[in-house]
């Protein structure tokens, strides 16, 4: 099974600054097909369900505002956030699925500093 | 609109089965390129895959649970189901059902929290 890690578990950030999270995976996520890589990030906050940001690691969802940007390749990946805005606060995971089980990394917390 | 809701019991007692049903709307739940999944949230925790489905039938489930877990379909009702067997405290938690497809998981239900109390 693929391992999904995030880091860091929390993090605080000042408005308009940039956040910056990262995600590594045991295996390489890579589809040497398409040379698309099958990982994605989701926002989740207070009792809601998750909101897919980011697929195939730098695809914007529709409608996600640009200043969510994923990058990275094969098993290392990053969410990156320019300018931090106050309905940024949340709870954000990255997600394998590249193989079943799919699996989510642990989450990270964004706050405002 | 696209839309996922789930149903079902929210009290379960010690031992029994879970059962809970997520309902597609907008669209038809026959549509090949996409997977129907199951994914729960423990109180204060992250996110598990439980597994899912295609229209077709065929299934995949998440190895630390695959004795108890079944996923099933119904594309004539547009629904998809989840049934886990002898549960524990362990199994309180919210369980959302969701959209696979090259694009991830894109649409999500709500959520319904489940308990697993005596």
């Known amino acids: 099974d693929i391992v999904v890690t995030q880091s860091p578990d929390s993090l605080a950030v000042s408005l308009g600054e940039r956040a910056t999270i990262t995600c590594k995976s045991s295996q390489s996520l890579l589809y040497s097909s398409n040379k698309r890589d099958y990982l994605a990030w989701y926002q989740q906050k207070p009792g809601q369900a998750p909101k897919l940001l980011i697929y195939w690691a730098s695809t914007r969802e529709f409608g996600v505002p640009d200043r969510f940007g994923g990058a990275g390749t094969g098993t290392e990946f990053t969410l990156t956030i320019s300018s931090l805005q106050a309905e940024d606060v949340a709870v954000y995971y990255c997600?394998?699925?590249?193989?079943?089980?799919?699996?989510f990394g642990q989450g990270t917390k964004l706050e405002i500093k | 609109q696209l839309q996922l809701q789930e149903s079902g019991s929210r009290l379960v007692r010690p031992s029994q089965t879970l059962s809970l049903t997520c309902t597609f709307s907008?669209?038809?739940?026959?549509?090949?390129?996409?997977?129907w999944s199951w994914i729960r949230q423990p109180p204060g925790k992250g996110l598990e895959w439980l597994g899912n489905i295609h229209f077709s039938g065929t299934a995949d489930y998440n190895p630390s649970l695959t004795s108890r877990v079944t996923i099933s379909v119904d594309t004539s009702k547009n629904q998809f189901s989840l049934s886990l067997s002898s549960v524990t405290a362990g199994d309180t938690a919210t369980y959302f059902c969701?959209?696979?497809?090259?694009?991830?998981?894109?649409?999500w239900g709500q959520g319904t929290m489940v308990t697993v109390t005596s």
């Open positions: 997600q394998q699925y590249y193989s079943t089980p799919y699996s």
């Open positions: 969701a959209r696979g497809g090259e694009a991830a998981y894109s649409i």
């Open positions: 907008g669209d038809s739940i026959s549509g090949s390129h996409y997977s």
